[in-house]
């Protein structure tokens, strides 16, 4: 069965420090795999895609690595801000289909 | 560029209701999908309609259905309202729904059955 894990569930950090969120899955074949963040009341927005061949990938603060070996993902945030403070969601796609597998995110509260 | 939006932001039903839900995509974006998202089992697909034709369906009982207009808006209609439905349903919307595409969420409609 198509599962994505994510550790830990929820996280509090001090603003200005960096974390480190994870993401394990099963899914197979494998196509991508994206990071989205959702604001409180909000939708999810996409952070990072990382394919087959991508080991690392930034966007600003956030930096996604992908051990496709391993089956593991993790987004790493850099000097943490209070706008930080959101659900992280791992999204893994499997090859040849359309549908989606997502995990169940990581809380992060980013705190003054 | 206007984003997703969905319509209404809140509602609050009562079990056995049926109700509507609606969702414009990004002009252009002629895929459009929906999902459930509760606390506990996180975000799950529902279907994906593409040029009017429901091209992917998640795992949800048929008293979940949806449709899709020529001008790409979509609606989503669940029927026989269930206090398990209560979930905040979110709709993204895409250029074509191909792999590799990046999703662009609304804010989504709250639901809550009593």
């Known amino acids: 069965k198509n599962q994505v894990e994510q550790s830990p569930q929820s996280l509090i950090i001090l603003e200005g420090k960096n974390c480190t969120l994870q993401?394990?899955?099963?899914?197979?074949?494998?196509?991508?795999l994206r990071w989205y963040k959702q604001d409180t009341g909000r939708g999810p927005v996409s952070l990072t895609i990382m394919t087959f061949s991508e080991n690392t990938k930034s966007n600003g603060r956030y930096t996604a690595t992908l051990d496709a070996d391993t089956k593991q993902s993790s987004l790493h945030i850099t000097a943490s801000q209070l706008s930080d403070s959101a659900s992280y969601i791992c999204v893994v796609r499997q090859s040849g289909y359309s549908t989606l597998t997502f995990g169940k995110g990581t809380m992060l509260l980013v705190s003054p | 560029k206007a984003g997703v939006t969905q319509t209404p932001r809140y509602l609050i039903k009562t079990r056995g209701q049926q109700v509507t839900l609606s969702c414009s995509p990004i002009s252009g974006h002629r895929s459009v999908s929906w999902y459930q998202q509760t606390p506990g089992q996180g975000l799950q697909f529902l279907f994906e309609y593409f040029s009017e034709t429901q091209r992917n369906k998640g795992n949800f009982p048929g008293r979940f259905s949806g449709r899709q207009f020529s001008n790409s808006r979509s609606e989503m209609n669940v029927s026989t309202l269930e206090l398990g439905d209560s979930a905040l349903y979110l709709c993204a919307s895409s250029l074509e729904g191909q792999v590799g595409e990046k999703l662009f969420f609304g804010s989504g409609t709250q639901l809550s059955v009593l």
């Open positions: 993401c394990n899955y099963t899914v197979s074949p494998f196509s991508n």
